[in-house]
């Protein structure tokens, strides 16, 4: 019956951006899921969304997901495919070094356990926070991240220290033979080519509003406009 | 004395993407300044952020900067040019809505201040959380929000909220004439386009992680790979 809404075995080819798209596609399809028969259109998932129907039907014919004639879409399906493409079933473990701010908030995340990712323990530099306990995670000092590594395999190293100590705590992870280096830090890190490199950089976005804030304005350095 | 780094009132011309590296190289040159007479070749800054030396001659000519043959770019100018240029010495008011992990974490980041935006107030739902205070803001009632936008004009409004409120809040925004929405949010929001509306979805980098460490693995859903 559900056969048509699936290509068998069709390879799928899905763009990155496509890709970073698909968790906000995945919050208004829950935000709309009214049960087992409910259905959206390309038109509906578009307006919503505020983008072209035929990015729609192209990002969702990547993930092999095909909308039925008239009705479109199955609401419930398209969640299930989403969350198995993302691998949200497929727990991977997590370590995060920095508990400041960002890295606390981070460890409170508890929506991250649903999308597949644990972090499972954090590290600090700062003394005064290890043996503490975020959100039932507990911090230790970064000194003895190696023997952790030892006792658990994990797979993503968040890093949110500071700028200037971001390159050497990627360089601990990749001693430690990590796969993915998810990092918060304005710094970029230099990682060998195998090691999968996530930035989110949260200065960026405020670069980008300042400029725009500010670009009918004239700035001006030592008298004169830049 | 320092005319030959600068072209005079040479017009602007940079990109998007260079615009989100500038926080990058900032911090770079921030870690390497050692005062007055400090310089750094392209090369060393291409070798230092692992990216190719054309683009730093071509990013930071983008700001009207100019190396100077064989010593390179004065460091501390380097600073001073891209600092202006993103504005951080003219102040923009902030209002955080949703005074959670993220929201709170974004509170209490004082780098803000330095890159020219003061969070004034926070806001949230919940009654609980309102009347307290994150590092010296306090949290207001959501349903107070349009007293305190007619007591301050602020330009940023920061969203924090579940997917499921965002285009609630962010219609509160746009109807008080925000300037900028900063959406942490997965959901995407609706807004005139003369509103400046930026996304930093964490899900989207997360997705993209969990993708690449699951692209070898069969992605299954109902007996079908996907």
């Given at each position: 019956m559900k056969k048509s809404i699936h290509k068998k075995n069709k390879k799928v080819s899905i763009s990155v951006p496509a890709i970073r798209r698909l968790p906000q596609y995945l919050s208004f399809f829950k935000s709309v899921n009214n049960g087992e028969n409910s259905f959206v259109t390309a038109l509906e998932i578009a307006t919503a969304l505020h983008v072209d129907p035929t990015q729609i039907t192209k990002d969702l014919s990547g993930i092999n997901v095909k909308g039925k004639t008239k009705?479109?879409?199955e609401i419930k399906e398209l969640i299930n495919v989403i969350e198995s493409f993302l691998g949200y079933q497929i727990k991977r473990k997590a370590f995060v070094i920095g508990a400041g701010n960002l890295g606390t908030a981070l460890m409170k995340f508890n929506e991250f356990h649903l999308e597949?990712?644990?972090?499972?323990k954090g590290f600090d530099i700062?003394?005064?926070?290890?043996g503490k306990e975020i959100n039932n995670i507990k911090i230790f000092s970064i000194d003895t991240i190696e023997e952790h590594f030892d006792k658990t395999p994990v797979d993503i190293g968040i890093i949110t220290v500071p700028a200037n100590e971001t390159q050497k705590i990627a360089n601990i992870l990749i001693k430690n033979n990590i796969k993915v280096i998810w990092n918060f830090s304005t710094m970029p890190i230099s990682a060998p080519t195998d090691i999968i490199v996530e930035n989110t950089c949260i200065d960026s976005s405020l670069a980008m509003i300042k400029w725009k804030l500010n670009k009918n304005m004239p700035l001006i350095y030592k008298n004169r406009i830049i």
């Open positions: 009705v479109g879409y597949g990712m644990e972090i499972i700062i003394t005064e926070k290890t």
